[in-house]
Nanobody, 125 residues
């Protein structure tokens, strides 16, 4: 059974930090680009960040570049998103997604092969 299970979301004040985790199972983790996209009601899906399986490439959306850091541990089949200097505009449901290798990292979120149910991040002003 394929699973992507997010955790680490919560409620935080402006300027605070959260660390999201995505635990993957049921597929060949090291063959996939892993990333995070976020969803807000009434707005289009936004790709936040992604990381390649082994060659060190990463992608950050302009809106989070310099504040968020993505990493992955292939041995533990887990990906992380460290979020610092959070803003109210970051409030969203954050989903972990897996996309087969061979596409630009920035495109990972358009049609992922797998994604999780998400974790809520709320930033108060």
């Amino acid at each position: 059974e394929v699973q992507l299970v997010e955790s680490g979301g919560g409620l935080v004040q402006t300027g605070g930090s959260l660390r999201l985790s995505c635990a993957a199972s049921g597929f060949s983790f090291d063959d996939y680009i892993i990333g995070w996209f976020r969803q807000v009601p009434g707005k289009e899906r936004e790709g936040v960040s992604s990381i390649s399986s082994s060659d060190g490439r990463i992608y950050y959306a302009d809106s989070v570049n310099g504040r968020f850091t993505i990493s992955r541990d292939n041995a533990k089949t887990t990906v992380f998103l460290q979020m610092n200097s959070l803003r109210p505009e970051d409030t969203a449901v954050y989903h972990c997604a897996a996309t087969k290798r061979g596409i630009p990292l920035s495109d990972f979120f358009w049609a992922p092969d797998y994604w999780g149910q998400g974790t809520q991040v709320s930033v108060s002003s």
